[in-house]
């Protein structure tokens, strides 16, 4: 190979296609959103910690059955562009709209709208992934994608983050989310009018999306916790449909019954702990709004950046392992989290704070990639895509469950009590998938 057509493969290779960028200005709104709803909820409209729980699992309740809605209608219908543009312009008007709520009434109603339309952008913009690529070549754009949806979160929480910091020192706080609300919406607006220019409907669409075992190790619950957890249907890029159900239920005795229960048990544990997290940091240890940013800037850059080289280690080998020790190593940064709930705030805890959501970043890493590969290998050959659809709907499920869990607890108990079972529960997750390893490495051999 001469000098020149070595360029141009590594040209080739490294290019991300111009659509991809189409959906920035939407993720960036879509990672504002997020961090700020909860302080909205608190701060703006006067409402409580299970008010936020309740905003979270109804969004994620909504989400779930919207998701596959819009995937199967987008699938028969063989239509994708209409879809987004569908998707973009719910998103922009619901989060303008919620920007001046003035109740918690509103702001459930806007939210679950708002929900429903975002559910149509993940599904179909990774069908238009799958019909815009050989299938060879799925697994490269698909990771391209995340990285570029990745990135985009990452930049939405810096810029929230410079944003309250200058915008305090002229208007109230009030004013100063209210705006930054308003910008996520107007700037999710640029998604719409770079959809009619950069994103073209393909020349062949798949109706029935065939699953690339290839794909194993690139599908993930979202590249972003935080996002996963407020959104946690995302991923399901391979729509349930009534006839793949037999496929996908099984025996909780099975091996991947079993996987399935530690799924719900740790998402569960999830919801329980981050929901009501960036209320005990503001209405417990004191932080301020531009430190909730600058935790989740400093957890979603290590989430981000990790991704791509563990989704490449797990890709060559059983990832089940790692994703039990990462558990693990997760229950003990909760049990960080209870320690700081139990004892007096000290100047020190937010440092410790920071700490532990370096290691949070660092496991959820590795957690959200295993996933996807574990369940693939459990399901067997030409059963994966219905299990891994399967996987995701009950993330949903247990996102709605958590979330209202999550809401009922810390109010009752108290924070403590409220990590101190998310940390139970994530340690018994652990231990089950430890126990799965031989299955998993039998699997395989």
């Excluded at 229960?261 to 932080?287: Q, Y």
């Excluded at 089940?320 to 007096?344: M, S, Y």
């Amino acid at each position: 190979m001469n000098i020149t057509t070595k360029k141009n493969a590594w040209k080739l290779e490294s290019s991300v296609p111009l659509w991809f960028f189409a959906f920035v200005p939407y993720k960036i709104g879509e990672g504002l959103l997020i961090i700020l709803m909860p302080l909205f909820i608190i701060q703006v409209v006067g409402g409580t910690v299970s008010d936020v729980a309740k905003v979270n699992s109804l969004i994620a309740l909504v989400g779930m059955f919207a998701f596959i809605l819009w995937g199967n209608l987008s699938d028969k219908m063989g239509y994708r562009t209409p879809f987004l543009i569908l998707g973009f312009l719910g998103f922009t008007l619901c989060t303008s709209m919620l920007s001046f709520s003035d109740n918690l009434s509103q702001v459930l109603i806007l939210g679950s709208v708002g929900g429903f339309f975002m559910a149509t952008i993940t599904p179909v913009g990774s069908a238009l992934v799958l019909d815009s690529f050989p299938e060879q070549e799925w697994p490269k754009f698909f990771g391209k994608f995340y990285q570029v949806t990745g990135w985009s979160f990452v930049a939405s929480v810096l810029f929230g983050m410079t944003w309250l910091n200058f915008a305090s020192k002229y208007v109230d706080n009030v004013a100063a989310m209210r705006g930054l609300l308003l910008f996520a919406g107007v700037v999710s607006s640029l998604s719409l009018l770079l959809c009619f220019l950069w994103v073209k409907e393909p020349k062949f669409v798949r109706k029935r999306r065939k699953f690339n075992p290839k794909l194993l190790g690139q599908l993930t619950v979202g590249v972003i916790e935080r996002r996963a957890v407020f959104y946690p249907s995302r991923a399901l890029y391979f729509v349930l449909r009534p006839s793949s159900l037999s496929q996908a239920v099984q025996p909780l005795g099975s091996p991947l019954g079993r996987y399935y229960l530690c799924s719900l048990l740790f998402f569960v544990a999830i919801n329980l702990v981050i929901v009501p997290f960036p209320v005990f940091l503001t209405n417990t240890l004191k932080a301020t709004n531009t430190q909730v940013f600058l935790i989740a800037l400093v957890k979603s850059t290590i989430e981000s950046w990790l991704y791509v080289p563990v989704g490449h280690w797990v890709h060559q080998r059983p990832g089940i392992k790692l994703q039990a020790q990462a558990t693990a190593l997760r229950g003990g940064v909760f049990g960080i989290f209870v320690l700081l709930a139990l004892i007096p705030p000290q100047p020190s805890s937010l440092a410790f704070v920071g700490l532990a959501q370096i290691l949070s970043g660092i496991t959820w890493a590795a957690i959200a990639v295993s996933s996807s590969t574990a369940v693939g290998i459990l399901a067997g050959k030409e059963k994966e895509g219905s299990a891994i659809g399967f996987y995701n709907a009950i993330i949903g499920a247990s996102g709605a469950l958590g979330s209202l869990g999550s809401g009922y607890l810390a109010a009752t108990f108290g924070y403590s009590v409220c990590f101190g079972i998310g940390a139970l529960l994530t340690a018994f997750t652990a231990w089950l998938l430890w126990q799965l390893q031989p299955v998993v490495l039998a699997k395989t051999s």
